[in-house]
């Protein structure tokens, strides 16, 4: 009987670490995307296959590659 009033403490306390680590996580961010890694991981080379909701800011194009958008691979501006 001496060993429940160690136990229950201890458990007590390990489930409010528990709770409490589990709340960081949350507020660091660390369940915000649970797809876009796995989105990542298939369409490593391929960036426009992405799908919009799985894209992070790091992946967004930048200006140069925007203003080349419309060309061909010959640099050849296309008719759209």
Same mark, same amino acid.
């Given at each position: 009987m001496e060993s429940v009033l160690y136990l229950v403490p201890l458990m007590l306390i390990l489930v409010?670490?528990?709770?409490? !680590?589990?709340?960081?996580?949350?507020?660091?961010?660390?369940?915000?995307? !649970? /797809?876009? =890694?796995?989105?990542?991981? !298939?369409?490593?080379? @391929? *960036? /426009?296959?992405? =799908?919009?909701?799985?894209?992070? =800011?790091?992946? *967004?194009?930048? =200006? /140069? /590659?925007?203003?080349?958008?419309?060309?061909?691979? @010959?640099? *050849? *501006?296309?008719?759209?």
């Open positions: 409010a670490v528990g709770i409490g !680590l589990f709340s960081w996580a949350v507020k660091s961010g660390q369940y915000d995307d !649970l /797809e876009g =890694p796995a989105h990542r991981i !298939l369409y490593d080379d @391929d *960036k /426009e296959m992405i =799908p919009k909701d799985a894209q992070t =800011p790091d992946m *967004k194009q930048n =200006p /140069e /590659e925007s203003a080349n958008s419309g060309e061909d691979s @010959d640099g *050849k *501006k296309s008719d759209s």
